[in-house]
């Protein structure tokens, strides 16, 4: 069974990173990416994902210069709507306090992949501790396998 991936994020070299890390830990992910809120939304059309990654301040449109964490938010709340129990990680530099409790209000703690363990539904990383990353993307990765 394929692992699907989506990782919205408009910095390619970050971006490159964590796909680094994310196909060294199975080799069976599908890793689709967008770089602003519409190509996200379009990406949630093209089937079932295991977990998102999401960069909060993002562009509304490629090559956009309207960078924002609220384009990160609408992206957040439709991946909810459209895909209720995907895990989303968030995994941003901004300053996310004016809907912070909402990011985390939307979380569930289901059991998300049938194997008797709950798990949240949104996860919050700052990119500050990106090193923290690799540990919380192989738990997942491990449990989705």
């Not at 379009?42 to 490629?62: A, K, V, W, Y």
């Not at 941003?92 to 703690?109: A, R």
Request: a negative charge; aromatic letters at 8%.
């Amino acid at each position: 069974m394929k692992i699907r991936v989506l990782i919205v994020e408009d910095d390619v070299d970050f971006c490159k990173e964590i796909e680094s890390i994310i196909s060294h830990l199975n080799s069976k992910i599908e890793i689709l990416t967008a770089q602003c809120q519409q190509s996200g939304e379009d990406q949630l059309g093209t089937g079932i994902f295991d977990l998102i990654i999401l960069d909060l301040n993002i562009p509304t449109l490629d090559s956009s210069l309207d960078s924002s964490p609220d384009h990160g938010y609408h992206f957040f709340l439709r991946a909810k709507k459209t895909a209720p129990g995907t895990p989303i990680l968030v995994l941003t530099g901004s300053t996310v306090e004016p809907f912070v409790d909402d990011l985390l209000d939307n979380s569930q703690k289901i059991d998300v992949w049938g194997n008797g363990a709950i798990n949240r539904t949104v996860i919050f990383l700052k990119k500050y501790n990106f090193d923290q990353f690799p540990e919380i993307a192989k738990r997942i990765i491990v449990v989705v396998n």
